[in-house]
């Protein structure tokens, strides 16, 4: 048979600017136009009025169920009208990513085309509602099946009725493309009832690492000043967007962490103990646990940030579950060793005593202790181990690594759109 030629790929999400999933989809964007592909982008970006509502509707409905896990959940009951309508265009591929916010209802799964790349920024499209199973509970409805009645939610059974439908309108094709950033989800979604008879790719979010770079001779000193701390001062790292208002990131365990370090240090030692963020909405100097904080607020310039990550000596990823864990590698990138626990997929990313330092998930004893042990290492081993985490972000998550992994993707889903044509 002779292959057809797709001259377009459809990039659809929520947003491209919005959002770590949002940024992680205009990078696969640039990848494309890389790659010698013409791209078209579909978002919400400039949605109107009318979509908004239904996506109040929808969000209303979504409150009528009620259970203990705190991340965002997702009915989707509504399309963006533009997003199905792409789905016509039959010599497009699509590369669809986050779609909730009601971009595309559930209702519409079956109208995707053949051929079509789905990539998971989180587990919400083989769970319920959650976008996120939740941490530590080893039911795993998602791999078993959601029961109409649990104790482990009241109200409407939204995630039972949502992980149906999913179910009734994904696992039987065989024609769709999944793709993961990291092992974690990878494993996950190979054990899911929705997506397990589907080809699963793993593709990471690719790092900028021209931008990301070490920039310590270059403003770092400027910056550190400019927070109020000195040369000599240890200064932690600490960014997330939403800041302390994202369960999973782990702020509240951050902040016993230091509770439990300053504790164990000498006055003169936590003296010298600093902590930069960013990320939240709050600008300006403030305290933790007695420590002298740098809030920058939100950065929207990786130029800017990567200045960031270059001015602290460590960057800590608390984070209870991360898919990918871009805040660590872009810090790697920089040649700034990371703190993180070991789970999820900062595992891909943080190597234990060769990158950073990880503690056992959600000890935050063990947290405490890898902040002292990174503080009070040799200059010279954190910049071997800054300069080995670089080395592994290029090795595995640059652009050209990616892109090449991304080829290999568009093209088995071209085979994929031509057998389904």
Same mark, same amino acid.
């Given at each position: 048979m002779k292959e057809k030629k797709f001259m377009k790929i459809d990039f659809i999400s929520f947003s491209f600017s919005k959002g770590g999933a949002a940024i992680a989809a205009d990078k696969f964007k640039s990848l494309v136009l890389k790659l010698n592909c013409s791209v078209d982008g579909i978002s919400q970006d400039n949605a109107g009025g009318y979509q908004f509502f239904k996506r109040l509707v929808s969000f209303s409905l979504g409150k009528l169920e009620r259970d203990k896990n705190p991340i965002k959940h997702s009915l989707n009951l509504f399309s963006y009208p533009p997003v199905p309508k792409s789905f016509q265009e039959k010599k497009s591929l699509h590369h669809i990513h986050w779609i909730n916010n009601d971009t595309l209802s559930i209702f519409d799964f079956d109208k995707i085309p053949s051929g079509s790349i789905l990539t998971l920024h989180d587990e919400w499209l083989y769970c319920g509602t959650e976008h996120c199973y939740q941490v530590g509970d080893n039911s795993d409805f998602f791999a078993v099946g959601y029961p109409w009645f649990s104790r482990k939610y009241s109200g409407i059974p939204w995630h039972a009725i949502i992980w149906r439908i999913k179910l009734k309108k994904l696992s039987r094709r065989r024609d769709l493309i999944i793709t993961v950033p990291s092992n974690w989800i990878l494993e996950r979604a190979k054990r899911s009832l929705i997506l397990k008879e589907l080809p699963i790719y793993l593709l990471p979010n690719p790092i900028d690492v021209d931008t990301f770079y070490a920039r310590r001779h270059e403003n770092n000193l400027s910056l550190r000043e400019q927070c109020g701390f000195k040369s000599e001062d240890f200064v932690f790292c600490f960014g997330a967007v939403g800041g302390k208002n994202n369960p999973l990131k782990g702020s509240h365990l951050l902040e016993k962490a230091f509770e439990v370090l300053i504790s164990s240090l000498s006055e003169s030692e936590s003296n010298k103990i600093k902590i930069i963020t960013f990320g939240g909405s709050e600008q300006g100097s403030d305290k933790l646990c007695g420590v002298d904080v740098y809030q920058m607020g939100h950065i929207s310039s990786p130029a800017d940030l990567a200045e960031v990550y270059s001015s602290a000596d460590c960057v800590v990823v608390p984070s209870l579950v991360e898919s990918f864990g871009q805040v660590a590698a872009e810090a790697l990138a920089c040649e700034t060793p990371v703190i993180s626990f070991a789970c999820s997929g900062l595992l891909d990313i943080v190597v234990d005593g060769k990158t950073g330092l990880t503690a056992e998930a959600y000890d935050v004893d063990q947290?405490?202790?890898?902040? /002292?042990?990174?503080?009070?290492?040799?200059?010279?081993?954190? *910049?071997?181990?800054? /300069?080995?985490?670089? /080395?592994?972000?290029? /090795?595995?998550? *640059?652009?050209?690594v990616i892109a090449e992994k991304y080829q290999m993707i568009i093209d088995e889903a071209k085979k994929l759109k031509v057998l389904h044509f």
């Open positions: 947290l405490a202790e890898r902040f /002292k042990l990174m503080a009070l290492l040799p200059e010279i081993e954190r *910049s071997e181990m800054g /300069k080995r985490g670089r /080395k592994h972000v290029v /090795k595995s998550f *640059s652009y050209s």
